[in-house]
């Protein structure tokens, strides 16, 4: 693989996720070229394992529906033990499952990373990573249906970090 830029040549398609269970985004990308993005949503009033099923279903889906070749995606950040974070744990092991059951390549970057190459501050906030969001990725996600943060806008710019955090750091490997 080669980096350009942004563009990693050699690479077919690549998803970029941003896991949650509330608005687990992603972004999928043709070289430095956006060609989808959205949320996948499961019922809050569902228990975790049941979430997990549902994300892991439509996100098995998504990747061979759009032929992935590469998943890549924000490590954990493990600075507590609470349930939410064994919870995130279980959802990333999940999805390191899923790539390896489809074959395809799984990458994690860590959370201080992304926010520092895509700010400048590995501490940055939402507010932050929205501020140096590009304006062309921006006015998309502004036409579409997740233009709120309720409905997954900050996630997606997530996903959109993580895929330049990726080609950065193994562009040229």
Same mark, same amino acid.
């Given at each position: 693989m080669k980096r350009v830029g942004w563009i990693i040549v050699g690479v077919n398609r690549v998803i970029s996720l941003d896991q949650s269970f509330t608005n687990c985004s992603f972004s999928i990308w043709e070289g430095d070229k956006l060609y989808d993005f959205g949320v996948i949503a499961s019922n809050k009033e569902d228990a975790i394992h049941i979430r997990i099923k549902y994300i892991i279903a439509k996100l098995r889906?998504? !990747? @061979?529906? &759009?032929? /992935?070749?590469?998943?890549?995606?924000?490590?954990?950040?493990? #600075?507590?033990?609470?349930? =939410?974070?064994?919870?995130?744990?279980?959802?990333?092991y999940c999805i390191q499952i899923l790539c390896d059951?489809?074959? !395809? @390549?799984? &990458?994690? /970057?860590?959370?201080?990373?992304?926010?520092?190459?895509?700010? #400048?501050?590995?501490?940055? =906030?939402?507010?932050?990573?929205?501020k140096h969001c590009p304006e062309d990725?921006?006015?998309?996600?502004?036409?579409?249906?997740?233009?709120?943060?309720?409905?997954?806008?900050r996630d997606i710019i997530d996903s959109f970090a993580i895929y330049k955090s990726w080609v950065q750091m193994y562009g040229n490997k």
């Open positions: 889906s998504i !990747i @061979q529906e &759009e032929n /992935i070749t590469h998943l890549v995606l924000e490590g954990l950040s493990l #600075g507590g033990v609470s349930n =939410s974070s064994r919870s995130l744990g279980a959802l990333f059951d489809l074959d !395809i @390549q799984f &990458e994690d /970057i860590p959370p201080k990373t992304v926010k520092k190459i895509w700010t #400048g501050n590995g501490n940055s =906030s939402k507010q932050d990573m929205e990725l921006l006015k998309k996600i502004e036409a579409s249906s997740f233009r709120t943060i309720s409905k997954g806008k």
